[in-house]
Structure formats: structure tokens, C-alpha cells
């Protein structure tokens, strides 16, 4: 069978290495701070390899070893001060919080659309299912976008029971909210509930409910700004 042909006309993909520097170039701009960190981390790894190498009677042959370790410590200081400053750009525009439920990986299934929006206040309650259970995370500030959660909260427990567990997370920067950047990293630490059938199950059936139709915010993506894993191993 033969293979299609590529389309000349299409834009190439960019290497791996411009991949990183293009995101280095947007970090750059909100953080200039990141190139001083990321050198701090070289230098400082490699003046360390070069300490202990004196002590071991090797000092070529370790600080060699820790060029490599100097380096992959710069893009792993690049890429969090990139995912920092990706979320700064997208706080305070509408619907930023689907672009912080998009960051978690795999196994959760987020909805594309708020599942509940109030016309008046534009407050709005987005979902995701994963195995610890149905979460909603509100967009809009306390304690009004609590009474939107609270009724989507009913909604899901006469849907699917009182046994799925139900998490609720408020967005934002204030008492009693979690900010953007830090709501994959509390749902990661929840302890799981559900089994992945049961997990897809319950995302079919909420699904089939319907959820309101609204764009993801212009902007940058937090999920994009991150460097290729496979370019930071030099693959």
C-alpha cells in the first residue's frame, strides 16, 4: 500500500531545538529572571561536579559528567518558570480555568464546555472525572460562583449517587481559592476512588447530559509552553 504523500504546501513542524527556543523567547519576556536562574543552575552544577571530582582525584572526568546534568537541571528550571508565566497571562481572562484542567495528565477526562454558567454574573463551574471522583472547579469570585457549585454538586450526586465522590475546587487567587497553576497538582494528589471503567463510564453518562457551549480563552496555552520531553533527553 502506498503511502500518502505529504502535502509541500503544509508548515513544517519546528526541531525540537527551536521548540525550546521559542519557549525560552516567551518565558523571557514575562521572566527575565529565567535566564539567571537557569545559568545559576549550570554553572552551580557543574562547580559542584568540579569540587567533588577534586576530592575523588577526578576532576575532568566528573565535571564532563555534569554538563549534562547542568543542562537538563536549566530546562527543567525553564520549563516551570514557563508554566508560572503561561498562567499569569491566562489569570483574570474567561474561561482560563478549562486551560488549567487541560494541563492534568492522562487518565482524567475533562469537559471542553462549562457544565454550568450564570448569564448575569458570567460565573462559571467547569468538570472533570478522573479517579478520585467528579470534580467541578469555579471560575468567579466568593462566595457568589458558591451557590453554582453547590447546585451543580446536587445535580451530579442525583445523577450518579451518593457513592462518586463529588470535589469541588474554586479557581482564583483569593482566601479559600486555588490558583491556576496549582489545581493539577492537587487533583494529582487525591487518592483514587474509582476504577478507570467506572471513570469512563461516568464521563459518558455526564456527557450525554450536554454542558454549554464557550470558547477556551485567547492565549497561551499553558500545556504548549512546556519543552519537548523527548528534545530535553536529546531525542
Known amino acids: 500500500m502506498a503511502r500518502a504523500k505529504k502535502d509541500p504546501s503544509a508548515p513544517k513542524k519546528p526541531g525540537r531545538v527551536k521548540q525550546i ?7 523571557r519576556k514575562t521572566d527575565p529572571a529565567v535566564v539567571w536562574w537557569m545559568l545559576l543552575a549550570f554553572v552551580g552544577t557543574i562547580a559542584i561536579g568540579l569540587g567533588i571530582g577534586y576530592l575523588v582525584g577526578h576532576p575532568i572526568y566528573v565535571t564532563v559528567l555534569c554538563v549534562p546534568l547542568g543542562f537538563m537541571l536549566a530546562l527543567i528550571i525553564m ?12 489569570a483574570g481572562q474567561q474561561g482560563a480555568t478549562l486551560a488549567a484542567l487541560q ?17 448575569r ?6 468538570r472533570a472525572i478522573g479517579r478520585p471522583g467528579v470534580v ?3 471560575e468567579g469570585p466568593l462566595p457568589r ?11 451530579v450526586k442525583r445523577v450518579l449517587g451518593e457513592n462518586v465522590p ?15 497553576i496549582r489545581i493539577s497538582r492537587v487533583l494529582s494528589k487525591k487518592r483514587p476512588e474509582l476504577s478507570k471503567t467506572q471513570v469512563s463510564e461516568i464521563s459518558k453518562r455526564l456527557r450525554a447530559l450536554g ?24 531525542r
Not at 520549563?79 to 491566562?90: G, N, T, V, W, Y
Not at 463529588?166 to 481559592?177: P, S
Not at 464557550?214 to 536529546?234: E, H, S, W
Open 79 to 90: 520549563a516551570r518558570r514557563a508554566e508560572r508565566a503561561a498562567f499569569s497571562q491566562l
Open 136 to 138: 467541578l472547579v469555579s
Open 103 to 119: 494541563n492534568l495528565r492522562r487518565g482524567w477526562s475533562v469537559e471542553e464546555t462549562p457544565v454550568a454558567i450564570d448569564p
Open 211 to 234: 454542558g454549554i457551549k464557550m470558547p477556551v480563552p485567547k492565549g497561551i496555552d499553558p500545556t504548549r509552553m512546556r519543552p519537548d520531553r523527548k528534545a530535553m533527553r536529546g
Open 21 to 27: 527556543f521559542n519557549v525560552f523567547q516567551m518565558t
Open 121 to 126: 454574573t458570567q460565573d462559571m463551574v467547569f
Open 145 to 155: 460562583v458558591s451557590k453554582l457549585t453547590e447546585a451543580q454538586s446536587k445535580h
Open 166 to 180: 463529588v470535589i469541588v475546587l474554586h479557581a482564583g487567587d483569593g482566601d479559600g481559592q486555588t490558583p491556576l
